[in-house]
């Protein structure tokens, strides 16, 4: 039976080893690939863990009223031998029962031990149980670490307990996408404003175009009129003409040719004065055209800035998809949580635990849900925003085309118009010309003429005999010339009939040039106008974006206050625990009166910024930068509840006095940050009033300018109209004087009628221009035309009085920030003097000026967050309401319940409780300065190691300085070495190419005498072979043989020395390429030389400052002590301090703009280093 004992203690002890390595295992390696994976790779394996292992939490555990202990079965065995004596077969039948489960017989076991096996027996039924429950709640253990740590990777949240720090993260990543809806729905305004600005450049493009219609039609107006008084005169050319072939007239010819000459210099004249005006229009229409030029680079300002706009809106959307991916991920990462935690929730709801874990798992998922339906909602919203974007995409991009169409039309306008325009003054010249003959024609044709007349009164005077014919030649010439004065009459009176009509038309063409270049007047004073407008636009827009990248600016120091006041929460956190570590604690009740009082001047102080708060609601304050302001103002009542809590705890338990102290002064923080705040929010609705009027003064001007542009358009459209209805007048008069040709006798009264009609019409045109200038001057009927330029005129100045005032404001204002800086600058100033005073507590003042430096931020951030104060001003203010009603019942209940003797004991109370807090603050103060001299001490032991670290440091470069001094002396030496090698070996290879070279020359030469050699045996064996031919027996032939083997020799030694030369160029080659790898390797040598001694001019000034620096803080005396202890300490310490710093550095993302200077003077980083470092961790 022993030894079945022994074995299942033995198991027992196996087993839990076994279970213990493998908790260690999976704590340490849950997975063999993690170990090398990133955060983001363990927290997908974590993930896929919770979902194989999910049926974990499925499972129950026992409940322990089953998995009790078993007691004792010797108590129970007696009584039962002692009652019931006549009932043994229970005990057989349990016993066999047993012996039969077991395989023992307890009849053989003596009796004290059957009751102890009895209960080793059960333990052993039990065991297995407790060991699976004991595994599953250990696996769960496991699963719970395990999702903590991936919610630490993600979230800020750092364990179950804190469960407020992911409800505060949900909360803020609500808050990015609330900011970002902002910044779309800003971004839609700017599209809608861009929109509302195409929109304004087609009315000005039609209202273009439309002006250069009409110069159109005035052009073919003119053409058509010059056209036909050109006809006129060619018919009345021809009349002449006809005239002159007359057999009977006697017309004086130079009368006539002189007025042709005079009206042909008239149409010069008229024909110069066109082309003038010509190139006026066409001038006009350059400038139309610079114009058009200016209005399509507008245009393609615009399109580029809808480009961007579009770009940064894709982006934003690219942005926010992956934001809503990510947001959807941790949704259903969240849903799978709450779905195992909903199951723990009924595991234990089956146990009925009412434990505080259960409340605070319950509080979590309720949190969980709400922050996923916002999830839910803000990605909806951001969706709706998507397709907003496009539709204004789309929008943007008909519009671009419409415009684009509408160029090519009028660029093909202007091109038709310059065509047909150059083909009209050809033509014009070309008919000038031919008038131009035809006049130089007849000109010359009357001098044969002329004599005709001196013949026929020769032929008269001859013939005076004749008396009949006398008579008839007479009566002839008398007849003739009557007829040639009536006709010179008729002529001279169309001649003035003409000129009246000519002058009538000039002077009414003169009118309407004046009344054209009055339009031009006007038209340039609109666009000018409209260029002003423009620019103003532009600054503001400019304005506005400057105003914007401010509000980025402040966004980004709003985060840096979110995380001070989530360092505050962490204070309040310990704050509360310390707090439940002494509630069991005794104090005075007279302390926690005087925190009743602070109580009281906290509420005090926020009904006076409730005041402010509705002050500003009057004032119609911006919602966007009062938000972050009222945030702060529900922490601090937040703070205040807190406070309120812990007093009635105080009341019921009694705290500790030091407890009391710490909680006095986190109250008096509270109450100076709350009074800041109240300060900066009345500094910044100041701030905010003049805004608002300079707004509306603004608002008013662009309004007034409006009206203006508006009236001027109104002025171009009534001229217009007007000159189209003086050139239908002109067109009727010139079809009057056409027909005035036809009926000579009825062109005087018809040219008086006319003189009539023009008068009247000038009459009319008159009234028509007066009535014009007053119904444009803003259609005030009442008052007199001066009294309204009186108005304008005071008007506009007015406005520059605004503007100037305006300015003056804005001056004040820097004027303002200049005195506080000054004043900023002053107390910086002071804090040195106090620095230079109080040496030892050096630390504690660089804390302040980062303090001051935030508070300097906070003022510059409050100006946007002035905004957001409006949308929850209404919850503040029912809050408000009723808390002063709980408020003022509490007072109500105070007075009621306290009697006279309890404030005579009060004001006992308070005089002891000022002498207690007087010592307090003195024990305070005592400790403070036992903790700075600590401190002191730490930080001298911590410059002590800096100092042998940099002393270490100094060592290590002079080493590595000689060590490279010595590196460069000898790679010159090796570079002399190499260049006189190089020399030397040059210097041998070239007298051995030089000797080649002769003997090169030589054998040519030898070559050159065995050639000619060989010819003249060739020719003395031809000759030889002739005389053996001739000789009778042949003999032999040794000659021949010796030739030929002197011919291979020479042929073997020419190959010889051929393969000699290439040998030589080979080597040749072979040394330039040394030659050329020694030049290269001296380069590079000069090249790390130069590098070195810039590194090492570099380092030297670097650590030339470290070494003043190292000496200046030796001078202080701080620490004597012995060079050995100290220096293993310094070891030991500076170890620790640079792990922890690195590692605080990697893991606390929130701190690293702190640590990178401690990191900087620790490893002397350079501004590469720092951005290597930078991008690494990103």
Partial sequence: MFNRLKSFSEDVAKGLNELNNEIRSATNNPNPNTVSSPTSNTSKEAIKTFKRESKVFATKTPDPNDMQQPKDESNDEQTGEHTNDGEPQDSTTSSSSVNGHTGLNFDEIPADLKPKMRKFLKYEEKYPVLLEAYKTEKRKSELISSFEKALQESTPFTSIADGGLLIEYLEGLNEKTQLLNGELRSKSKQLNDIQTISKDFEEKWHLLTKEIESI????????????????????????????????????????????????????????????????????????????????????????????????????????????????????????????????????????????????????????????????????KDLEGDKSSLEKLKVELESTNKILQDELTKLEALFTDYKSTSSAELAKKNSELEELQKSVKDKLNVPSPAAPAPINEVSQITSSKKKKKNKKKAVDQIQETQKEGSIVDNDLKLKFDSLTSDYEAIHTKLKNVEEEKTALESELKDVRSNYELLSKEKTSLVEEIMELRSNLHSKEEDIELLRDDLRDLGSDLVDAKEKHKEYELKIADNTEVDSLKKELEELKKSHDVVQQRLKESEEKSVDTTEIDTLRKEIIHLSKSYNDVQTKLKDYEEKQPDTTEVDGLKLKVDELTKSYNDSCKEVEKFTQVQKKLDAEKASINKILKEKSLDIETLT???????????????????????????????????KQLEEKSKQILVLQKEKDTLSNRVDELLKFKSQDSSLKLELASLKTSVELKEKMVIELKSQIQELERSKDSLKEDLLL?????????????????????????????????????????????????????????????????????????????????????????????????????????????????????????????????????????????????????????????????????????????????NKKLKTLENNYRELQLKHKALESEMEALPSPGPFSDSENIEETISTLRESLQSTSKKLKEVERMNLVLRKLNEESNMKFERLSKNYKSLTVEYRDLKEKYGASRSRALSVVLNPIEKQSPSSSGEQSNGTNVAYLKNVLLGFIEHKDQREQLLPVVKTLFSFTKEDEQKLLTALR
């Fill in 216 to 379: 159109q039609h005035d052009l073919k107006v003119t053409t058509d009129l010059k056209n036909k008084e050109i006809d006129s005169l060619k018919k009345e050319i021809e009349q002449l003409n006809e005239k002159e072939h007359h057999p009977y007239q006697e017309i004086d010819f130079k009368s006539q040719f002189e007025d042709l000459n005079k009206i042909h210099e008239t149409l010069l004249k008229d024909f110069e004065d066109f082309k003038t005006k010509f190139n006026e229009l066409q001038k006009e229409h350059d400038l139309k055209v610079q114009e058009l030029t200016k209005l399509k680079d507008d245009n393609e300002q615009l399109v580029s800035k809808a480009d961007k706009l579009e770009e940064d809106s894709k982006n934003q959307i690219l942005d926010f998809s992956k934001e809503k991916e990510a947001l959807e991920l941790k949704v259903l990462e969240l849903e799978k949580e709450l779905a195992h935690q909903n199951q723990q929730l009924e595991d234990l709801h089956s146990k009925d635990d009412g434990s505080d874990k259960l409340l605070e798992l319950e509080s979590q998922l309720t949190n969980v849900q709400l922050s996923l339906e916002k999830s839910n909602s803000v990605i």
């Fill in 714 to 748: 109104s002025k171009i459209t009534t001229l217009e109209k007007e000159a189209t209805t003086s050139n239908k007048s002109l067109c009727e008069l010139r079809k009057y004087k056409t027909e005035s040709t036809s009926k000579l006798n009825q062109v005087t």
């Fill in 827 to 1003: 107390l910086g100033e002071k804090n040195i003097g106090l620095r230079e005073e109080n040496r030892e507590l050096g630390t504690d003042k660089n804390e302040l000026l980062k303090k001051q430096q935030t508070y300097i931020e906070r003022e510059s951030i409050l100006n946007t967050q002035l905004n957001k104060y409006q949308t929850e001003k209404q919850k503040i203010a029912v809050e408000l309401e009723s808390l002063k009603a709980k408020h003022e019942s509490l007072k109500n209940e105070r007075l009621n319940s306290k009697d006279e003797t309890q404030i005579f004991k009060q004001q006992f109370e308070e005089l002891s409780m000022k002498a207690r807090e007087s010592q307090m603050k003195l024990d305070n103060l005592e400790d403070e300065l036992t903790e700075a001299r600590s401190t002191l001490h730490a930080r001298s032991k911590e410059a002590s190691s800096i100092r042998k670290l940099l002393i270490e440091s100094q060592s290590l470069l002079e080493m590595k300085e000689l060590e490279f001094k010595t590196e460069i002396k000898k790679l010159n030496d090796e570079r002399l070495t190499i260049e006189d090698k190089s020399k030397l070996l040059l210097k041998r290879k070239q007298l051995e190419v030089d000797e080649l070279q002769s003997s090169v020359t030589e054998n």
